[in-house]
């Protein structure tokens, strides 16, 4: 794969899918932001730890997202294309899943 098509890959997401995403996302902001307010107003380092844990499963779900539609398009796509460098991506994109 030559480094221009590496850098000029692009996802593409059904626009119902997109929304859901950038909902998500919206709501994951105003939790980083309320979070963050919580560290200024000096509030109960649980009540933070609570927060930022609530933040963290939503961004997993987001994740979880975006993992199914890339095995069910890009991942399958190229190896339909016979592509077999995208499951040595794909390692490193679960391995970054999961670390914590």
Known sequence: ??????????????????????????????????????????????????QLSATQSALNSVATILLDGHLKGCVKGRLEEGDEEILDELVVTISKLMRK
């Open 1 to 50: 794969m030559s480094n221009e098509q590496t850098t000029c890959r692009k996802s593409h997401h059904p626009a119902e899918v997109k929304k859901n995403l950038t909902n998500r996302l919206n709501r994951i902001e105003g939790q980083i932001r309320g979070i963050k307010r919580m560290v200024d107003e000096d509030v109960y380092c649980d009540d933070i730890i609570t």
